[in-house]
């Protein structure tokens, strides 16, 4: 890996820092009765840092993300380099016919949440970890995760942009 790939590195991992620390001071019930808020800080990032990738290298950032999140993160190793290897490839197949704005961003990005949020919560489900149903799953965590993501997405959408910008004037 080249030094151009240094900046793009540092955002995802602070990115995932991030989340670290939100995760101290969001609530998060045990007990599922309460709303859970979950960061997705490191997937925003991981999404926008994905259309700026050339073709041969957004799958080796979906596997290193994926599998930096399962390994700190989830106790399940394949599931998260699977959701960030399949948001990669629609990522790159979506952004590609669009303006880049900051909607569009929004828009496929909160999809991304979605879907990696329904795949984590079936497979929870499969694997008889949760027995939450579908209602409370979706008033105690979906719906309280988007509504703190979208939040927070303001701040990495306009801070990857200005952070990048940064570094595309030193690069010239």
Same mark, same amino acid.
């Given at each position: ?7 793009? !590195? ?6 995932? =820092?991030?989340? +670290?620390?939100? &995760? #101290?001071?969001?609530?998060?019930? @045990? ?55 399949? !948001? ?6 979506? =952004?590609?016919? +669009?303006?880049? &704005? #900051?909607?569009?961003?929004?828009? @496929? ?64």
């Amino acid at each position: 890996m080249n030094n151009k790939h240094l900046p793009r !590195i540092f955002l995802l991992w602070l990115a995932f =820092m991030m989340d +670290s620390v939100l &995760s #101290f001071f969001l609530p998060f019930d @045990f007990t599922k009765s309460s709303p859970m808020l979950i960061s997705c800080m490191g997937l925003m990032m991981f999404t926008l840092i994905n259309n700026e990738l050339k073709d041969e290298e957004y799958l080796p950032y979906a596997v290193i993300a994926g599998g930096y999140y399962s390994i700190l993160y989830a106790d399940s190793l394949f599931i998260y380099i699977l959701i960030y290897c399949v !948001i990669a490839y629609f990522g790159r197949k979506y =952004m590609k016919y +669009s303006s880049y &704005s #900051f909607i569009e961003s929004y828009i @496929f990005i909160f999809s991304t949440i979605i879907f990696q949020e329904v795949v984590i919560y079936i497979m929870m489900i499969i694997s008889q970890v949760t027995k939450l149903g579908v209602l409370k799953y979706l008033t105690l965590r979906l719906l309280p995760t988007l509504v703190l993501n979208s939040i927070l997405f303001v701040f990495v959408f306009y801070g990857y942009k200005w952070i990048s910008r940064k570094f595309q004037e030193k690069s010239v």
